[in-house]
């Protein structure tokens, strides 16, 4: 049952440059969205949220949008850095089911110096 | 900042055995959350928590698995006889109301023998 996929599990990108890490959905029903980080032995970090009646969100260098017609969300960074490599995971949720986030496989970013 | 901790780290255990594990949420959040990762897997959800019942659950939380909040600070997840496919990180998660993010904990390594 994969309703929230990530299917590039892994990005390498250079320093400076932008990093696009991409998600898709097959639930119509998701309405809220967010993209977590994680490190190794460390649990997902929240970084950025997107309510459904929105297609973009923007928190310094990171910005999320959303096509909700494509079933589709990105997340943008930059410029990247070296501290942004980390495993991106996706998630989403939804009103009927508040509570409970259905989570992405996860994009492992590598940036280089 | 405010975090989520979880106790222990590690946690190796005999298959058959009991085991608790312990997080201490945010203290003004009021919905609590399990989580788990299987090696390789996606981050799948467990249950909810609120007003010191059970909001949802996954069917993968079955009668072998039960939540408490025995005091104010404590939200404990504990698996009564243990399965080797129960091996995973645990994480822990808190929000304050159920439409606002989740945060989440540094998680619990679990190793059944």
């Given at each position: 049952d994969q309703q929230v996929k990530q299917n590039s599990p892994s990005l390498s990108v250079q320093e400076g440059r932008i990093s696009i890490l991409n998600c898709d959905y097959t639930?119509?029903?998701?309405d809220y969205f967010l993209w977590y980080k994680k490190y190794p032995a460390e649990g997902p970090t929240f970084l950025i949220s997107i309510s459904s009646i929105k297609d973009k969100n923007e928190d310094g260098r990171f910005t999320v949008f959303l096509n909700k017609s494509a079933k589709h969300l990105s997340l943008h960074i930059v410029?990247?850095?070296?501290?942004?490599s980390a495993v991106y995971f996706c998630a989403a949720i939804w009103?009927?089911?508040?509570r409970q986030l259905t989570f992405g496989s996860g994009t492992q970013l590598t940036v280089l110096p | 900042e405010p975090e989520v901790t979880q106790t222990p780290s590690h946690q190796v255990t005999q298959m058959g055995q009991e085991v608790i594990l312990r997080c201490v949420p945010?203290?003004?959040?009021l919905y609590f959350y399990w989580y788990r990762q299987i090696l390789g897997q996606k981050v799948e959800f467990l249950v909810s928590f609120y007003n010191n019942e059970i909001s949802e659950k996954s069917e993968?939380?079955?009668?072998?698995f039960s939540v408490e909040?025995?005091?104010?600070s404590n939200f404990t997840l504990k698996i009564r006889s243990t399965k080797l496919e129960d091996s995973a990180m645990y994480f822990c998660a808190s929000s304050v109301g159920s439409q606002e993010t989740q945060y989440f904990g540094p998680g619990t390594r679990l190793l059944v023998l």
């Amino acid at each position: 049952d994969q309703q929230v996929k990530q299917n590039s599990p892994s990005l390498s990108v250079q320093e400076g440059r932008i990093s696009i890490l991409n998600c898709d959905y097959t639930n119509s029903m998701f309405d809220y969205f967010l993209w977590y980080k994680k490190y190794p032995a460390e649990g997902p970090t929240f970084l950025i949220s997107i309510s459904s009646i929105k297609d973009k969100n923007e928190d310094g260098r990171f910005t999320v949008f959303l096509n909700k017609s494509a079933k589709h969300l990105s997340l943008h960074i930059v410029p990247s850095q070296p501290g942004d490599s980390a495993v991106y995971f996706c998630a989403a949720i939804w009103s009927g089911s508040a509570r409970q986030l259905t989570f992405g496989s996860g994009t492992q970013l590598t940036v280089l110096p | 900042e405010p975090e989520v901790t979880q106790t222990p780290s590690h946690q190796v255990t005999q298959m058959g055995q009991e085991v608790i594990l312990r997080c201490v949420p945010i203290s003004n959040h009021l919905y609590f959350y399990w989580y788990r990762q299987i090696l390789g897997q996606k981050v799948e959800f467990l249950v909810s928590f609120y007003n010191n019942e059970i909001s949802e659950k996954s069917e993968i939380f079955d009668d072998q698995f039960s939540v408490e909040r025995p005091d104010g600070s404590n939200f404990t997840l504990k698996i009564r006889s243990t399965k080797l496919e129960d091996s995973a990180m645990y994480f822990c998660a808190s929000s304050v109301g159920s439409q606002e993010t989740q945060y989440f904990g540094p998680g619990t390594r679990l190793l059944v023998l």
